[in-house]
Nanobody, 129 residues
Framework: QVQLVESGGGLVQAGGSLRLSCAASGRTFSSFAMGWFRQVPGEEREFVAAISGTGGRTYYADSVKGRFTISRDNAKNTVYLQMNNLKPEDTAVYYC??????????????????????WGQGTQVTVSS
C-alpha cells in the first residue's frame, strides 16, 4: 500500500508563492510518474502538472505554465510543486497522485485522473485578491 501525504498549502495574496510537497511511502517511488491535480467544489478534478519517474520530463497545464514548477527528489520520496505569481483562480484543493503504470508518462494519459491509482488527502490553497 502506498500513502501520499501533501503539505504546504495555505492562504496567500495574489502574486505570492507557495511550495507544495507530497511525501510518498514505499520503495518504488522512482519507478512511477507523479502528478498534481486540483479541484474546486462542484467542479471536476483538473490536471496541473506531471513529472516522469526520473524527473527528466515535465508537463504542465496551459493555465499554470510559466508560473508553476514540478520537481521530485527520489532520495526523499517526495514530489514538489513550486507555485509562483499565484492568482485567485488558483484557489483549490491540490492533490498529488501516482501513475498506475510504472515507467509511463504520456501526454495521452497524464491528465486523466483515472490513470492514477494512489492519491493524497489534498491540501487547500487559497489565493486572495
Amino acid at each position: 500500500q502506498v500513502q501520499l501525504v501533501e503539505s504546504g498549502g495555505g492562504l496567500v495574496q495574489a502574486g505570492g508563492s507557495l511550495r507544495l510537497s507530497c511525501a510518498a511511502s514505499g520503495r518504488t517511488f522512482s519507478s512511477f510518474a507523479m502528478g498534481w491535480f486540483r479541484q474546486v467544489p462542484g467542479e471536476e478534478r483538473e490536471f496541473v502538472a506531471a513529472i516522469s519517474g526520473t524527473g527528466g520530463r515535465t508537463y504542465y497545464a496551459d493555465s499554470v505554465k510559466g508560473r508553476f514548477t514540478i520537481s521530485r527528489d527520489n532520495a526523499k520520496n517526495t514530489v514538489y510543486l513550486q507555485m509562483n505569481n499565484l492568482k485567485p483562480e488558483d484557489t483549490a484543493v491540490y492533490y498529488c497522485a501516482r501513475d498506475r503504470i510504472p515507467g509511463r508518462i504520456t501526454i495521452a494519459t497524464m491528465g486523466l485522473p483515472n490513470e492514477y491509482d494512489y492519491w493524497g488527502q489534498g491540501t487547500q490553497v487559497t489565493v486572495s485578491s
